[in-house]
């Protein structure tokens, strides 16, 4: 039977086209991906020698399989034009069963196709790798982002983290007018604890305050150890006077906690809020906080002390 060239013209063609596709479309669609997931929140990190060369391994990247994708569609258009003439002439139809020069055109073709189903197979097995290897590096970085917001004694979270929810809170505060509280607490007296006992039973101490603290918060609040013997709780949707009955709830818990060492922890709190206290910022809102707790040493330790208009930083 003579061979349909036209119809071998389109099916070759309908091949180059999925290999187009997963060659150089698919990869450039994962390449977007990676950019716009992984590089572009990384970007501002970067020194300006290490952005420009990420930008250029990225551009060259994508010209490269821009132009390997051209090159495959020309084929593809070139291969196709030729079955459609070879179709045409009707003094080919008998040529198919002889040796001649359009025989062995087609075997090329032939091999052609068999070379390229296989490319497109192991193509296909490459995306479907390279899928699970973004995902597992997806993984890997929430988890990566979520150990450095964490605090390595306590396994709060840090202070860097803090600041970034207070700054989301102080955004929400202005747009919506939601109250916000931020309370403040150090533990009275701490450097004793480490001086009688070790800086061991020292952490440990202070592990019992994250979680005292976590187990007597609700879930959408921040409990961060900020530095030291030195904790803060970012209180959402909160005003000041729901603040002061937490913090007095957990210096009473504090104050009567069993510890491990056997002696008596107490703790001194400041409160500061908004709308109640009228900061203009995030840095005088905890200002506010800190003037506070500071007032609570002063006046004897282990109470709570809110921010008072004397105390109000901006606005």
Not at 106 to 134: C, H, P, V, W
Not at 208 to 228: C, E, P, Y
Request: charged letters at 20%.
């Amino acid at each position: 039977m003579p061979p349909d060239f036209a119809s071998l013209g389109r099916r070759l063609k309908q091949r180059l086209l999925l290999a187009l596709c997963l060659s150089s479309g698919l990869p450039l669609l994962v390449l977007a991906y990676v950019v716009h997931r992984y590089i572009i929140p990384e970007v501002a990190s970067l020194s300006t020698v290490s952005v420009a060369a990420l930008e250029g391994l990225v551009f060259f990247t994508a010209l490269a399989m821009v132009g390997g994708a051209w090159l495959i569609w020309d084929l593809g258009r070139t291969v196709s034009r030729v079955a459609l003439l070879l179709a045409a002439q009707p003094t080919l139809v008998g040529l198919g069963n002889k040796t001649d020069e359009v025989g062995t055109l087609m075997k090329s073709f032939t091999g052609m196709l068999a070379t390229i189903e296989q490319q497109a197979i192991e193509i296909n097995t490459f995306a479907t790798r390279l899928d699970a290897a973004y995902k597992e590096l997806e993984v890997t970085n929430t988890k990566l982002k979520e150990t450095s917001f964490r605090d390595e004694v306590t396994g709060l979270y840090n202070r860097r983290f803090f600041s970034l929810r207070l700054e989301e809170e102080m955004s929400r505060f202005r747009r919506f007018n939601h109250p916000v509280s931020v309370v403040l607490l150090d533990i009275d007296g701490f450097k004793n604890v480490n001086d009688e006992f070790g800086h061991a039973v020292g952490d440990e101490t202070l592990r019992d305050l994250g979680q005292i603290l976590m187990k007597h918060s609700r879930g959408i609040n921040v409990v961060a150890r900020f530095g030291g013997d030195e904790f803060t709780i970012l209180l959402v949707e909160t005003p000041k006077a729901g603040a002061q009955l937490y913090a007095e709830r957990i210096r009473q818990v504090v104050a009567t906690f069993p510890f491990s060492h056997g002696k008596q922890v107490t703790a001194s709190f400041g409160v500061a809020s908004l709308p109640d206290d009228e900061v203009a910022s995030s840095d005088d809102l905890f200002r506010a906080a800190d003037e506070a707790l500071y007032a609570a040493k002063r006046a004897g330790k282990n109470q709570v002390v809110a921010a008072r208009p004397r105390q109000q930083v901006g606005g």
